[in-house]
């Protein structure tokens, strides 16, 4: 990302925009920090919760720049969980939703990454926040069916399943399971699924866990980068829209959730509930969180 289209977004941010110089300072700081060390950080990042970060992890600066880099969905998992609650991270990168919803909303968790390099990160921040006795971590990824994928391996966030006929640099095998080999019936509360274009095979594998009793709530990523496999992102809706599921907006300000809006496209996640009236509940009653100045 260019210079100008990083001050474009922290600008724009809404937590960004309510205090523009405090955000601009600390995205100052790091670029000042990160070039006189190259050592990895360890950050302060709201409460107790901590993250380690080097320069590039474009997740963790981002939250680093404006405290909740994916806003809608981030104050969503915030508000929306409590301790007791099974959060599940599904390409968990270096872990930022898994802290969010363990670290700071007191949940338990299941974090999925098949990339070694940052599954090392993810155990690292796990380890950091004390959270080992309640956070599984997986060094796997997941897909329709059990077995081998190989994976593109030196893309930071975007690293990916390699698409048919994709030329790729670095790359791996990684052995992959499904969701519903994974959560073996037990019951989450809150799903994170980022994995760059492979929902729709995570979804296939996952249908047993969709169906379990119980209020439930699925973020998934909607950037059509399923189209590198041949999918698009009007198959995922109809999925989960069969499962049960609603697709809906969250206002973390305003503790406003409602029905999405027709024909309104999604910002990168949209996020379905199979009870509605039950998070509306969730999202009022949570305490108040204070990041990066912002109370939220």
């Not at 600066?61 to 909740?68: A, H, I, K, R």
Request: charged share 25%.
């Amino acid at each position: 990302m260019s210079l100008r289209s990083t001050l474009r977004f922290l600008l724009r941010h809404p937590m960004g925009r309510r205090h523009p110089v405090n955000t601009l300072a600390r995205f100052a700081e790091w670029q000042v920090v990160s070039r006189l060390s190259r050592f990895e950080q360890v950050v302060r990042w709201f409460d107790e919760v901590e993250f380690v970060v080097r320069s590039g992890e474009t997740g963790l600066t981002g939250n680093l720049y404006t405290g909740l880099h994916e806003f809608e969905d981030m104050g969503f998992v915030l508000h929306a969980l409590r301790p007791g609650d099974l959060f599940v991270d599904v390409g968990a990168n270096a872990g930022s939703y898994t802290l969010l919803a363990c670290a700071g909303a007191g949940a338990a968790g299941i974090s999925i990454e098949p990339i070694p390099a940052t599954f090392a990160r993810l155990r690292k921040n796990v380890a950091l926040n004390r959270l080992e006795g309640r956070v599984e971590c997986h060094p796997i990824g997941l897909a329709g069916a059990p077995g081998v994928l190989r994976f593109v391996a030196d893309c930071d966030t975007v690293n990916h399943a390699l698409a048919p006929g994709e030329e790729a640099g670095e790359t791996l095998e990684i052995p992959v399971e499904t969701l519903d080999n994974v959560m073996a019936s037990r019951d989450a509360r809150v799903l994170k699924i980022d994995v760059e274009g492979l929902e729709a095979e995570v979804l296939a594998g996952a249908m047993k866990t969709l169906a379990t009793p119980g209020p439930r709530a699925v973020i998934l990523e909607t950037n059509e980068s399923g189209r590198r496999y041949g999918r698009e992102d009007d198959e995922l809706i109809r999925t989960l829209v069969a499962s049960g599921y609603g697709p809906v907006e969250y206002e973390p300000f305003a503790r406003s959730l409602l029905p999405r809006r027709a024909g309104r496209a999604a910002h990168g996640n949209t996020i379905f509930v199979n009870d509605l009236e039950f998070f509306r509940a969730r999202v009022r009653a949570s305490r108040a969180y204070a990041v990066a100045g912002v109370a939220i």
